[in-house]
């Protein structure tokens, strides 16, 4: 059973960058047909989609955070990663890292507890 | 990029009721539509994929259908877990947006 978990600092400053690592366990980040996304959610907030990952590193990104985002994949640690940079207290949210196993069409089955970034001077 | 809206934002029932909550796209998705359900502090759940697809070990109560720019999730006969808010995303094209969602409350 394929599980992720996301990593990395809680708490930045204004326009400091914010790095999130998703460790994926109980299979290869690169088996079958599985992607890989981040998604983010504010406090008491719906749900935003930030972007998506193949293993073979194939991206794409949101429209409204596209100039701040990378989104990358190391297949020898089992890991993808999310970078935001200049980040703003309106990027405060838990993240969330997920991923499709049956393709890009059919919903992201797999979820990350999610992580809270906070961002405040 | 696709707009999804939900309706209604939100909704009051009791156990055993019947309930549906619409998606609408602002522009045909086929049947690429995935629908979520999340409890506070949990991340969210696919519960059916491909607008009619039950995800595996999703209650048979929970039905999906639609198909180009509406779609219904159906609820047959509300269980106390079942209280949450509902998501439905699109993913026809990326980016593969969420609707704004529907929180189900208790009466």
């Known amino acids: 059973q394929v599980q992720l978990q996301e990593s990395g600092p809680g708490l930045l400053k204004p326009s400091q960058t914010l790095s999130l690592i998703c460790t994926v366990s109980g299979g290869p980040i690169s088996s079958g047909s599985f992607y890989w996304a981040w998604v983010r959610q504010p406090a008491g907030k719906g749900l935003e989609w930030i972007g998506r990952i193949h293993a073979g590193g194939n991206t794409f990104y949101s429209s409204s955070l596209k100039s701040r985002v990378t989104i990358s994949v190391d297949t020898s640690k089992n890991q993808f990663s999310l970078k935001l940079n200049s980040v703003t207290a309106a990027d405060t949210a838990v993240y969330y890292c997920?991923?499709?196993?049956?393709?890009?069409?059919?919903?992201?089955?797999?979820w990350g507890q999610g992580s809270l970034v906070t961002v405040s001077s | 990029d696709i707009q999804m809206t939900q309706s209604p934002s939100s909704v009051s029932a009791s156990v055993g009721d019947r309930v549906t909550i619409t998606c609408r796209a602002s522009q045909d998705v086929g049947s690429w539509l995935a629908w979520y359900q999340q409890k506070p502090g949990k991340a969210p759940n696919l519960l059916i994929y491909?607008?009619?697809n039950l995800e595996v070990g999703v209650p048979l109560r929970f039905s999906g259908s639609g198909s180009g720019t509406d779609f219904t999730l159906t609820i047959s006969s509300l269980q106390p877990e079942d209280f949450a808010t509902y998501y439905c995303q699109q993913a026809n094209s990326f980016p593969h947006t969420f609707g704004q969602g529907t929180k189900l409350e208790i009466k």
């Open positions: 491909a607008a009619s």
């Open positions: 997920a991923g499709g196993s049956r393709g890009y069409s059919f919903g992201l089955d797999h």
